[in-house]
């Protein structure tokens, strides 16, 4: 009793040790998962300050662009104003251009017709003032007043070409702005896009991980169970299958009966295996009863970490059985078992990515097609 209930403490050891280790590139550990989400949630929080930071700068670029908005608004007004008294300042130099013709032909009326022509034919103030350099006869107020005019006129058409430069340049920066704005809003899409993919990772590990604790919960409690049995006093595993089960009539029993679907067969080249599946795979919930496929001795009962908690049966004849990946297993090496006697249960202990029994017959050490016995 005492030998047993430390075997028992040794495989619960054991389980526990295998929930943490690697099964195949396919299947996250418990540890792995969690480490997995760990990461996601970095990267998580990574590109949620950059969304920040993307978001800050595009409020900037919107305030940058609001003020430029105000000054190009300021500066229409300017220019329109500039453009108001720009008509003013010609009419008023036109008004002195032709009161100033008025009283000069006034002056000449009956006098020299030829010179007269000559001045009323031009084409424009300045070729009047130049021909009217000639003049002497033409008053010096006249000629400032008209100048000055001119003068008047030219600056409001400089200071108008210098805001309409002006407005140029905001508007070129507002553009700037614009492409600024563009880019800042495709890379927080961008972004957003990021974030979406992470927190659809972060559920899908979330999911595994739910997965992987009902695994382990399941385990600890079918370990609990065989503590408990264990503890009663009783000994006995075949309480809960009733005694032997022998089912078919080959020379072995199926040992995991009603359980026919295969995950895996014998000979199936699989990636991580080495000249072939070496048995079949039986695909049957954690803490379903494996059974002896013949009458023998069990030469192994404890832990591997490839095969987990595994049985080895010798039937003599050099005919061996091995039965692997366990959750509990209820036998111990020289005992001997009958046909269909229970010796575990299945579970995903080892190198393996769900609960199942891997079921290998060999002959004389040569692993060999279960079928043959079946
Ligand atoms: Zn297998």
């Not at 002195?96 to 020299?112: A, L």
């Not at 595994?310 to 003599?316: D, M, Y």
Request: hydrophobic letters at 35%.
């Amino acid at each position: 009793m005492k030998k047993r209930t430390k075997r028992l403490a040794g495989m619960l050891l054991t389980v526990v040790m295998s929930m943490g280790m690697v099964c195949n590139a396919n299947a996250l550990t418990m540890e792995e998962a969690e480490q997995k989400a760990d990461e996601l949630e970095e990267q998580k929080e990574a590109a949620e300050a950059e969304n920040a930071s993307l978001s800050q700068q595009l409020e900037n670029i919107i305030a940058d662009m609001n003020e430029t908005q105000n000054q190009l608004t300021a500066k229409e007004d300017e220019i329109e104003a500039a453009e108001n008294e720009l008509v003013q300042a010609q009419v008023a130099a036109d008004n002195q251009y032709e009161s100033m013709k008025i009283r000069i032909k006034f002056m000449y009326e009956g006098g020299n017709t030829q010179l007269m022509e000559m001045l009323m034919t031009s084409e424009s103030m300045g070729e009047f003032l130049n021909k009217a350099e000639y003049i002497s006869s033409i008053s010096e107020y006249d000629r400032n007043e008209l100048i000055k005019y001119q003068d008047t006129v030219k600056e409001i058409e400089e200071k108008e070409a210098s805001l309409q430069a002006e407005y140029a340049e905001l508007q070129t920066l507002q553009d700037q702005l614009i492409t600024q704005q563009n880019e800042v809003q495709t890379m927080l899409d961008s972004n957003e896009a990021q974030l979406e993919d992470i927190q659809s990772q972060i559920s899908e590990n979330e999911a595994v991980l739910e997965d992987l604790r009902a695994k382990a919960e399941e385990a600890k409690r079918i370990q609990e169970e065989q503590a408990a049995a264990a503890a009663s006093g009783g000994g006995s595993y075949t309480e809960s299958s009733g005694g032997n089960v022998v089912s078919g009539n080959g020379y072995f029993t199926h040992p995991c009966p009603g359980y026919t679907y295969q995950s895996s067969y014998f000979g199936e080249i699989r990636p991580y295996e080495v000249g072939g599946h070496k048995g079949h795979d039986y695909a049957a919930p954690t803490g379903t009863p494996t059974y002896a496929a013949a009458a023998g001795t069990v030469i192994i009962a404890g832990y591997s970490p490839s095969a987990g908690n595994w049985v080895v049966i010798n039937h003599g004849n050099g005919l061996t059985t091995k039965y692997m990946h366990h959750s509990a297993i209820c036998v111990t090496a020289g005992q001997t078992v009958e046909k269909g006697q229970q010796i575990g249960y299945v579970g995903s202990t080892g190198q393996s990515t769900g609960p199942h029994l891997h079921f290998q017959v060999e002959e004389n050490g040569v692993a060999v097609n279960p079928d043959k016995y079946l």
